[in-house]
T-cell receptor, first 114, second 109 residues
Framework: TAGITQAPTSQILAAGRSMTLRCTQD?????MYWYRQDLGLGLRLIHY???????GKGEVPDGYSVSRANTDDFPLTLASAVPSQTSVYFC?????????????FGPGTRLTVL | GQNIDQPTEMTATEGAIVQINCTYQ??????LFWYQQHAGEAPTFLSY??LDGLEEKGRFSSFLSRSKGYSYLLLKELQMKDSASYLC??????????WGAGTKLIIKP
């Protein structure tokens, strides 16, 4: 079982360019999340989706957008990248967006914005 | 406001026991999670506590005191493969996870 996959694995991007990070899960989970992880900081939630067709803003949404057209896919778009968006990005999913459901994480995308 | 705190780094000896503490402050609380993250890899779930007390799962146990805003992860019979970062996170009133920065655990032979 693939679980949750992300693409690309890593990317170097010029400032001002746009990019979409892809995330796909095959567990039929209702909820999906995008986090960024920076050295010395905890994971920070960028956007989330509790079910297909709905999205919400997390702690650090500025400069990012998401869509949830179906259950499996949850792409994250950077419209105009800036160096402060250099980070490791993790996509995660859980059965529901409430309660004590375990979140399953993808392998991450390492993004460098120059 | 909300915050969560855990030590940056801890060192322990193979075969020993180590306790990693986590303290938090929040007005809305829906449980406390512990995850393990090996260097360069994704976090993986270890435990979830929503009621006070100790939850045991093999060599790992997790404790929660809601009144004190305190949790710990206890790792017994340490193995070299336990070298990793351990992340605590609480679920807030909106069921969003607020994460600590992680505790890097170094295991020495």
């Amino acid at each position: 079982t693939a679980g949750i996959t992300q693409a690309p694995t890593s990317q170097i991007l010029a400032a001002g360019r746009s990019m979409t990070l892809r995330c796909t899960q095959d567990m039929r989970h209702n909820a999906m999340y995008w986090y960024r992880q920076d050295l010395g900081l905890g994971l920070r939630l960028i956007h989330y989706s509790n079910t297909a067709g709905t999205t919400g803003k997390g702690e650090v949404p500025d400069g990012y957008s998401v869509s949830r057209a179906n259950t499996d896919d949850f792409p994250l778009t950077l419209a105009s990248a800036v160096p402060s968006q250099t980070s490791v990005y993790f996509c995660a999913s859980s059965d529901s967006g409430t309660g004590g459901d375990e979140q399953f994480f993808g392998p991450g995308t390492r993004l460098t914005v120059l | 406001g909300q915050n969560i705190d855990q030590p940056t780094e801890m060192t322990a000896t193979e075969g020993a026991i180590v306790q990693i503490n986590c303290t938090y402050q929040t007005s809305g609380f829906n449980g406390l999670f512990w995850y393990q993250q090996h260097a360069g890899e994704a976090p993986t779930f270890l435990s979830y506590n929503v009621l006070d007390g100790l939850e045991e799962k093999g060599r790992f146990s997790s404790f929660l005191s809601r009144s004190k805003g305190y949790s710990y992860l206890l790792l017994k019979e340490l193995q070299m493969k336990d070298s990793a970062s351990y992340l605590c996170a609480f679920s807030d009133s909106n069921y969003q996870l607020i994460w600590g920065a992680g505790t890097k655990l170094i295991i020495k032979p």
